[in-house]
C-alpha cells in the first residue's frame, strides 16, 4: 500500500484542481448575480482549500516517493503534469474573476509551461532530455506561493468585515509582485531549458 501513495497524493492534486476550478467559476457567476454572501464565503474558502491542500501534495509525492524508494514511472509522468495543471487551473480561474495583476504575468507562465512541455515532446523521440533543475523547482514553489496569496485575498474578500479598500489594495500588490517574480524565474528557466535543448541537439548532431 505504502508504494501507492505517491501516486494516490499526485492523482488526487489533479481532482482538488478540478474542484478549485469549479468553484472559481460558480464564484464569477455568483458575482452577477444577487449578492448571496453565504454562498461566495463557502465557493471562496472552497477554492482556496483546495489549492492550498493541492500545493500540499505536491510536496509530499515526491518526497514520500524519495523518502521510501517508490518512485514509479507513472509518478515520473503524472506530477509534473498535476503541476502545470493546478498552476493553469488557478490563472485560468483568476483570469476569469479578472483579479488585477494576473493577466500578463499569467500568460508569461502558461506561455512557457506549454513551450516547455511541447518542447519536451519534440526532444523526446531524438533521445535529449532535460532533467529538472533546482531553479525549476524554485519557480513552481514560487507560483504555488503567488496564486495561493491571491486565492487568499479572494476568500478573504468575501467575508464580512473583510479587507477594507486600502488593506485589499496593498495585499493585491504584494500578490501582484509575487507573481511576476514567478513570472520571471518561469521565463528564465524557460530559457535556460531552450539552451540546454539547442546544446544537447548541437552535441547528438
Not at 524519495?66 to 498552476?87: E, H, Y
Request: some cysteine.
Amino acid at each position: 500500500m505504502k508504494r501507492h501513495i505517491p501516486n494516490i497524493l499526485t492523482i488526487a492534486r489533479l481532482v482538488l484542481t478540478v474542484v478549485m476550478l469549479a468553484s472559481l467559476v460558480l464564484f464569477s457567476q455568483r458575482l452577477s448575480d444577487p449578492i448571496d454572501v453565504p454562498t461566495l464565503k463557502w465557493l471562496g474558502g472552497v477554492a482556496f482549500g483546495s489549492f492550498a491542500i493541492a500545493a500540499i501534495t505536491d510536496f509530499f509525492d515526491g518526497y514520500l516517493a524519495r523518502r521510501w524508494q517508490v518512485t514509479s514511472m507513472m509518478g515520473v509522468i503524472l506530477d509534473p503534469i498535476a503541476d502545470k495543471v493546478l498552476v493553469c487551473g488557478a490563472i485560468l480561474g483568476l483570469l476569469g474573476l479578472n483579479m488585477p495583476g494576473v493577466l500578463i504575468p499569467g500568460a508569461v507562465i502558461l506561455f512557457r509551461e506549454f513551450a516547455i512541455s511541447a518542447l519536451r515532446e519534440v526532444l523526446a523521440p531524438r533521445g535529449v532530455k532535460l532533467p529538472v533543475t533546482f531553479l525549476a523547482k524554485t519557480k513552481t514553489a514560487l507560483q504555488l506561493v503567488a496564486l495561493g496569496v491571491y486565492l487568499a485575498i479572494l476568500a478573504a474578500s468575501a467575508w464580512p468585515g473583510g479587507p477594507d479598500q486600502e488593506a485589499y489594495r496593498r495585499y493585491l500588490l504584494a500578490a501582484e509582485g509575487l507573481l511576476w517574480l514567478a513570472a520571471l524565474v518561469t521565463a528564465w528557466t524557460g530559457l535556460e531549458y531552450a539552451l540546454a535543448a539547442r546544446k544537447a541537439l548541437k552535441a547528438a548532431a
